[in-house]
C-alpha cells in the first residue's frame, strides 16, 4: 500500500512563506488523486488542495490565490507552496491519496473522507 511522508513543515511570521513535501512510496499507481488537509486544534480536519490524475487542481477558498498544489512524478513527491501565511493557517497538515482506482466527483475532491492513505502530519505555525 502506498506510504506517504511529509516534510517541510516549520513556524514563520504571517507574511512568510513555506513548501512542503509529500514523499510516496513507489506503490502509487492507479492512484488518481492526491492532496493536502489540515487539523487544527479542535476542529475538523479540512481539504486545502488537491490533484487528479486529469492535472486539474481544486483549493479551498481560504487558500485560492496564496497556496499551490504541485507534483513531480518522477520523483513521486508532492508539493504545497503556501505563500502569504496568515495566522488562521496554523494546523497540522497532512498528505493524502485516494485508494487505487478511486475517481473522484468534483463535490468529493476535498473531502478527507475521499483519500484512504495518509502520512503522519507536519505542523505549520504562523505567527502575527
Known amino acids: 500500500q502506498a506510504q506517504l511522508v511529509e516534510s517541510g513543515g516549520g513556524s514563520v511570521q504571517a507574511g512568510g512563506s513555506l513548501r512542503l513535501s509529500c514523499a510516496a512510496s513507489e506503490y502509487t499507481r492507479n492512484i488518481q488523486f492526491m492532496g493536502w488537509f489540515r487539523q487544527a486544534p479542535g476542529k475538523e480536519r479540512e481539504g486545502v488542495a488537491t490533484v487528479g490524475s486529469d492535472g486539474i487542481s481544486s483549493y479551498a477558498d481560504s487558500v485560492r490565490g496564496r497556496f499551490t498544489i504541485s507534483q513531480d512524478n518522477a520523483k513521486n513527491t508532492l508539493y504545497l507552496q503556501m505563500n502569504s501565511l496568515k495566522p488562521e493557517d496554523t494546523a497540522m497538515y497532512y498528505c493524502?491519496?485516494?485508494?487505487?482506482?478511486?475517481?473522484?466527483?468534483?463535490?468529493?475532491?476535498?473531502?478527507?473522507?475521499?483519500?484512504?492513505?495518509w502520512g503522519q502530519g507536519t505542523q505549520v505555525t504562523a505567527s502575527s
Open positions: 493524502a491519496a485516494t485508494n487505487p482506482g478511486r475517481w473522484l466527483s468534483w463535490p468529493e475532491r476535498l473531502r478527507a473522507g475521499s483519500f484512504g492513505y
